[in-house]
């Protein structure tokens, strides 16, 4: 146990010497911001206009998420690389899913044939009915 | 050679802790994962509108309700990071054990809301909206599972007074956790 400690007074050293040239962010306050936002993107979609939807569901996860991820996970307050690690790998997997996009999301035209895939009828109509469909024993 | 235990918080590299090195790295892995599971989801989503039919069913005050138990999950889980810098373990060990128990409701309501889409035949094999659906709320929640778990052990530890730096490494994997879940909300719950 004393050999813990020994260990474990200069990690907390270091640990505190580490963040004690920042001030803490009012987390209580991020936090009532992100239960707002919150809401916002629950009552938003209720309206039910596409745009509104956009905006409320996904503009605010976005936004949500970057106040998680500063005030929280303290990114701007990482070393520099810290960010350009993190978003390297965020480019290179939307790079990714550009370039396939257009293979998966285009069914048709002479270069974009697929193989027919079958659906039974019941998963065809979608819906309640495809979940029973797909129950019925073969 | 030196005999002492080597601790990720006093070794660096690349003039960081290399414990929190590891769990950056993690975290951008991570990414790719997640990133790429949300990625195909929205591809199919925006090809096969008849998503949307399969989407209407998912009910989105549970879905809001776990966001709203995340949101809380992750203040504690800040709140003890700071407790920790201050070198109080005893109050960082208290509040991990609220973010443990903020992991385990999250579970419980996850549990109770797949037993009742289960129970009227949307298996993970009705429809791939629901293949989508189970495998990425399946994923986020085996990280839920091994967030809860790993902040158990630094909870124990915390509550001695050792080891007080792991509490900010959990800290930072249990937000992303947390960011996962405010992309997965909208894209499961809200975009019927």
């Known amino acids: ?138 | 050679m030196s005999a002492a235990k080597p601790i990720a918080n006093l070794r660096t590299a690349a003039e960081m802790p290399t414990g929190k090195l590891a769990v950056w790295w993690i975290i951008a892995s991570e990414i790719v994962i997640f990133g790429g599971l949300l990625a195909s989801y929205i591809m199919y989503r925006l090809a096969h509108p008849e998503f949307a039919v399969d989407a209407a069913v998912t009910n989105t005050f549970i879905g809001g309700f776990n966001t709203l138990v995340l949101l809380t999950s992750s203040l504690s889980a800040v709140l003890a990071h700071q407790a920790a810098v201050e070198n109080d373990g005893k109050k960082a060990a208290r509040l991990l054990l609220y973010t443990a128990a903020g992991a385990v409701t999250f579970l419980v309501v996850k549990s109770i809301e797949w037993t009742m889409e289960i129970s009227h035949g949307y298996t993970i094999t009705a429809s791939p909206f629901w293949s989508f659906y189970y495998t990425a709320a399946g994923l986020h929640a085996a990280h839920v599972i091994a967030g809860a778990i790993i902040m158990l052990f630094v909870a124990k530890d915390a509550a001695k007074g050792l080891e007080l730096h792991r509490v900010e490494l959990i800290g930072i994997y249990w937000h992303f956790v947390d960011v996962v879940w405010i992309f997965l909300f909208p894209l499961l719950y809200i975009a019927k």
């Open chain 1, 1 to 138: 146990m004393a050999k813990e400690h020994a260990h474990a007074h200069p990690v907390e050293h270091a640990h505190s010497a580490q963040h004690s040239d920042h001030a803490h962010p009012n987390y209580i306050k991020i936090y009532w911001i992100l239960l707002a936002l919150l809401v916002v993107s629950m009552i938003g979609p209720e309206f039910e206009i596409q745009v509104v939807t956009l905006i409320t569901a996904f503009g605010v996860a976005l936004v949500k998420a970057y106040l998680v991820v500063k005030n929280f996970m303290h990114l701007n307050l990482e070393k520099r690389y810290v960010v350009y690690m993190v978003s390297t790998c965020l480019i290179f997997m939307l790079l990714f899913f550009a370039a396939v996009a257009p293979d998966v999301m285009k069914q048709e035209g002479s270069g974009w044939i697929k193989p027919k895939v079958n659906v039974p009828a019941a998963a065809a109509d979608h819906g309640v009915e495809a979940a029973h469909g797909a129950e019925q024993p073969h």
